[in-house]
Antibody, heavy 117, light 107 residues
Framework: QVRLKESGPRLVQPSQTLSVTCTVS????????VSWVRQPPGKGLEWVGA???????DYNSALKSRLSISRDTSKNQVFLKMNSLQTDDTGTYYC???????????WGQGVMVTVSS | DIQMTQSPHSLSASLGETVSIECLAS??????LAWYQQKPGKSPQLLIY???SLQDGVPSRFSGSGSGTQYSLKISNMQPEDEGVYYC?????????FGAGTKLELK
């Protein structure tokens, strides 16, 4: 059974770094791409970035300078790090498994992150 | 980036009614179009991929169509559990981009 679960802090101070972990089961991160998608409260979905099954990464150009996505294949985990957080980075951060057509067929439950002092 | 324009912003439907949601891409996306349903406090759920392929476990009252830049999601026989926000997403070019969402309510 495919499952993704995000874990990370619920509260981050402005200018600090967000670190979120996506723990995957039911598939290998070396067999499928995994993306991060975020959603500000009451708003729509924004693709943040992805780590391809081969290990390379791609980022939303608007966030690229602040973003890093990596993985630990031995633990089947994917990591998101975003620095210099601001209040408009507040939202729910999801990890999602990608299907072949670059759609997202399985999503984690998400982690709600608030950027506030 | 490819812009995805969704319409309408919101709609309400009666039980058993058929509704349609439209999605217009700013350039051709070769059917790399997916539809998702999101309920309050939940993560999005994939309904349709490749414009018209039904995801496993999704009721057959959901269907997708379209080509080029214009796509639509049809929900036949509206049910109470169909309430939620619907998003389209293009997977043709990176960055993947989503429509702004359509809120569907039961009248």
């Amino acid at each position: 059974q495919v499952r993704l679960k995000e874990s990370g802090p619920r509260l981050v101070q402005p200018s600090q770094t967000l670190s979120v972990t996506c723990t995957v089961s039911g598939f290998s991160v070396t067999s499928y791409h995994v993306s991060w998608v975020r959603q500000p409260p009451g708003k729509g979905l924004e693709w943040v970035g992805a780590i391809w099954k081969g290990g390379s990464t791609d980022y939303n150009s608007a966030l690229k300078s602040r973003l890093s996505i990596s993985r630990d294949t031995s633990k089947n985990q994917v990591f998101l790090k975003m620095n210099s957080l601001q209040t408009d980075d507040t939202g729910t951060y999801y990890c999602a498994k990608q299907g072949r057509g670059n759609y997202f067929d399985y999503w984690g439950q998400g982690v709600m992150v608030t950027v506030s002092s | 980036d490819i812009q995805m324009t969704q319409s309408p912003h919101s709609l309400s439907a009666s039980l058993g009614e058929t509704v349609s949601i439209e999605c217009l891409a700013s350039e051709g996306i070769s059917n790399y179009l997916a539809w998702y349903q999101q309920k309050p406090g939940k993560s999005p759920q994939l309904l349709i991929y490749y414009a018209s392929s039904l995801q496993d476990g999704v009721p057959s009252r959901f269907s997708g169509s379209g080509s080029g830049t214009q796509y639509s999601l049809k929900i036949s026989n509206m049910q109470p559990e169909d309430e939620g926000v619907y998003y389209c997403q293009q997977g043709y070019k990176y960055p993947n981009t989503f429509g702004a969402g359509t809120k569907l309510e039961l009248k």
